[in-house]
């Protein structure tokens, strides 16, 4: 009941946002709703104000239809499978259908379609009728993925509108949480497109580790949402194992704590051990050093792209984000912490093979090219 409380919230103040957008002024070409995977309101709310939507991620679809779905979606809804399936070139699919738009078809998004938008309560059908459109088919919705296809392809079997741009890299400069650094950023714009994290007051630490016996190999570990989402459930055995990859290999390691209380109470716990003189209750903004100076563990955040070219390999959960940051920086990365998989990654062959992929991918500009492709298919 509590989610369904909140999902109703939730959707009820998607509708109010665009209403007060797109309910008192006349739609004007050119106007499109942009949204991802998550949401899905986006895609409901713009059929119900008559507007284009475009959806726009930086991965690949990350869940696909269950195996049953086809078979269930032609036994319950055979005109409309065959009004998909028979689509012309440029409309709006099956092929569609199975690649992303699959969840649209749930049963409470049905709901919320008939009885708060008063729409049909399933798409593309007829709202009194409920029979497929037959003469009013709505184009292939328009896809743009964020990442390169010299690192995922783009297949035949995809829906013709699809269409992979290149990774999405912003302005470092809109990238830091730290006023003081973004300050010194837009001032020394050129440093910092060479990688030179800047300077300042509150993040001496984290630049001084940095900076430090840069002979041995710098490991950055990055948890992301792993913590929040309930996949770490003993933080001291995370650290023990980090002090023992420490003690027994010549890696220093970068540690995002990412905000998760338990590994932060952990890694305070752990530097109370370390030292008797140690009597800090939280985490400071310059972060703490553990295990002989080898591990800086860091409860802030700093661009990828700026402190990735200083790392011998990323170690992260696995993100879109971390990933392409790797990948741009040309450093081998892996998904697990585990010190073999490290030495994996630290041979020569895959660092070789990840300076190759950072060439291909710089000249690239997914950013650009997502805009030429929105002009070329909306605009126009």
């Not at 012309?88 to 992303?100: F, L, N």
């Not at 309560?121 to 497929?132: A, N, R, Y």
């Not at 109370?272 to 800090?280: I, V």
């Amino acid at each position: 009941m509590q989610k369904r409380n909140v999902t109703n919230a939730h959707r009820q103040e998607c509708l109010s946002a665009v209403e007060s957008i797109f309910g008192l002024e006349e739609v004007i070409a050119g106007d499109f709703i942009l949204i991802n995977f998550f949401a899905l309101e986006g895609w409901n709310l713009a059929e119900l104000f008559q507007i284009r939507c475009v959806v726009a991620a930086p991965y690949v679809v990350p869940y696909s239809a269950p195996s049953s779905f086809e078979r269930h979606f032609r036994k319950e809804f055979p005109l409309l499978y065959d009004y998909l399936q028979e689509a012309p070139s440029g409309k709006v699919c099956w092929k569609d259908v199975m690649h992303w738009m699959w969840p649209l078809f749930a049963e409470s998004w049905g709901y919320w379609r008939s009885d708060v938008l008063h729409l049909s309560s399933i798409p593309f059908t007829d709202p009194v009728t409920s029979l497929p459109k037959w003469h009013d088919r709505d184009p292939s919705p328009l896809l743009l993925y964020g990442f390169s296809e010299d690192i995922v392809e783009h297949p035949d079997y995809w829906p013709s509108n699809v269409h992979v741009c290149g990774f999405w890299f912003f302005p470092i400069e809109w990238q830091f949480s730290c006023q003081q650094c973004l300050q010194v950023a837009a001032l020394d714009s050129e440093v910092h497109s060479k990688t030179e994290y800047p300077k300042c007051s509150v993040h001496v630490q984290l630049h001084s580790f940095l900076k430090t016996d840069t002979s041995m190999p710098l490991v950055f570990i990055g948890l992301s949402s792993i913590g929040s989402m309930g996949f770490m459930r003993n933080p001291q055995a995370f650290l023990a194992v980090l002090q023992i990859v420490a003690r027994i290999t010549n890696y220093r390691f970068i540690l995002f704590t990412a905000g998760h209380e338990p590994l932060q109470t952990a890694v305070l716990a752990a530097a109370a051990d370390e030292s008797s003189s140690f009597s800090q209750r939280q985490f400071g903004e310059d972060g703490i050093i553990l295990f002989n100076g080898q591990l800086f563990c860091f409860a802030g955040s700093i661009p990828y792209l700026c402190l990735f070219p200083k790392c011998a390999v990323a170690v992260h959960h696995g993100g879109s984000g971390s990933t392409a940051a790797a990948l741009k920086a040309g450093i081998p990365q892996a998904a697990d912490a585990f010190s073999g998989s490290i030495h994996t990654a630290l041979s020569s062959t895959v660092q070789a093979r990840a300076s190759e992929i950072s060439s291909q991918i710089a000249q690239q500009d997914g950013v650009s090219e997502a805009v030429k492709i929105l002009e070329r298919e909306i605009c126009n």
